[in-house]
């Protein structure tokens, strides 16, 4: 989820970002499409690229793993139905949904970011700050349960919306559906609530004229 989500907002963002500084998003406004199909062209060719990445790096990760524990074939070979753990069917599908669902999210929220870049440098500038809340929940349930963290941290973490990505993940896999069910309505609202703003900024002039300027000393000293 976390490869997933690093993927589909920087490509988000690039492709927002690069119309802008080639100066076509303004020719794409005044085609005969509605605006709301390009958000969608964005968000689905985002996803497709997304999806693909991250499979292509887990199947290279995957690999590496093999062939680094290669000499531990008595480590290597324990079967997780031995100990009752394993993802089934309906597990795979609320699994699909919650990826899907958490995808969606991230593409829309970088667009709605990218839209104040002039550039594709400043864009990945902003939407670098999103890297942030997707990373720090990933790194520190990678080693610890939720529950076992103290009572502030776990609201805490569970304020990031990305947070119930990473508790899913885990929940389907150890079949407690309950879990992933109530993280699912939780990312959604959440991706409601996002692509409702994404459809306002797309809906307005405020994607062409939407600027964020970067101030540096020698821009302040200037100013003075």
Not at 28 to 49: A, C, F, N, Q, W
Request: with cysteine.
């Amino acid at each position: 989820v976390m490869i997933m989500l690093m993927f589909a907002i920087q490509m988000a963002a690039t492709s927002i970002a690069l119309e802008k500084e080639q100066k076509t998003l303004e020719t794409l406004m005044t085609l005969p499409v509605g605006r709301m199909t390009i958000l969608s062209g964005k968000l689905g060719g985002s996803i497709v690229v997304a999806i693909a990445g991250a499979v292509a790096y887990m199947v290279g990760f995957g690999f590496y793993l093999n062939s680094a524990f290669s000499f531990a074939p008595s480590v290597t070979s324990m079967s997780v139905e031995s100990v009752s753990l394993g993802v089934q069917p309906v597990g795979y599908i609320l699994l699909g949904v919650n990826i899907f669902v958490t995808l969606v999210s991230a593409l829309a929220l970088a667009i709605c970011i990218a839209v104040f870049a002039d550039n594709v440098r400043s864009a990945q500038s902003l939407v670098g700050v999103l890297i942030v809340p997707v990373m720090i929940p990933a790194i520190i349930l990678m080693f610890t349960d939720l529950e076992m963290l103290p009572t502030w941290v776990q609201w805490t973490l569970l304020v990031i919306p990305y947070t119930h990505s990473i508790v899913a993940s885990k929940a389907a896999f150890l079949g407690n559906y309950l879990v992933v069910l109530r993280s699912i309505a939780y990312i959604s609202v959440f991706t409601v609530l996002v692509l409702y703003l994404a459809a306002r900024i797309f809906s307005t002039e405020r994607i062409l004229t939407a600027r964020i300027r970067s101030l540096n000393l020698r821009d302040i000293m200037r100013r003075k």
